[in-house]
């Protein structure tokens, strides 16, 4: 948020309020800042499109850390799901590289795969970033359970044909998630290593 709020600023346009980009949250960098800057601008402005992206990319390189961190149970969760021989990935709409620092930061080696969004793929809900990380684990679509916490996650499962897990520690409710068709919603994390474990 502190980021697109830089990048606004860069164009003396007005801030985004915390829940109007929660809501846009999900689909992508490219795709909020298309959304944002469609309201300011000629739609399918690309100059503008790509500075806004270049202020972006400045001000998160320096401050990506500021304002991150797990969701609290989640670092435990995950040793939880390493000692019962389940095998964690993350497939992020972030840009790549920022993605993997992050996962580097707060997560270390506790996660097998860490994907973002890699030149020359769509963003999620295109499942082919998702299907290439379950084929690189040597797993099938049936073994796999996506989480997350936006309809995004739940139409990227759907099109890659794995079982989705909504949860409602995010930025989503129940009504929606469950209104995408999310097959489990967990409130908890108890409930999130109830449902894995059962799968």
């Not at 079982?163 to 409710?173: A, D, E, N, P, Y």
Request: charged share 25%; net charge negative; with cysteine.
């Amino acid at each position: 948020e502190h980021a697109f709020n830089y990048a606004l600023s860069q164009f003396n346009l007005p801030h985004l309020d915390s829940q109007k980009y929660k809501l846009l949250l999900g689909k992508g960098r490219r795709n909020l800042v298309e959304s944002i800057v469609s309201e300011f601008f000629e739609n399918n402005n690309e100059e503008i499109i790509e500075k806004f992206i270049s202020y972006f990319n400045y001000y998160y390189e320096i401050h990506m850390f500021d304002n991150t961190k797990p969701f609290d149970g989640i670092l435990d969760t995950l040793d939880y799901l390493n000692n019962n021989n389940v095998t964690t990935a993350i497939l992020s709409n972030k840009p790549h590289d920022f993605t993997l620092s992050l996962a580097s930061r707060f997560f270390g080696n506790k996660v097998k795969k860490v994907y973002g969004l890699q030149d020359g793929y769509e963003a999620k809900p295109d499942p082919v970033s998702l299907l290439e990380i379950i084929n690189e684990l040597g797993l099938k679509n049936n073994e796999c359970i996506y989480i997350g916490d936006t309809e995004i996650d739940i139409q990227v499962s759907k099109n890659a044909k794995v079982k989705s897990l909504g949860v409602l520690w995010g930025f989503r409710t129940a009504s929606i998630l469950e209104g995408e068709g999310a097959d489990y919603i967990a409130s908890t994390i108890d409930e999130l290593k109830e449902i894995i474990m059962n799968n």
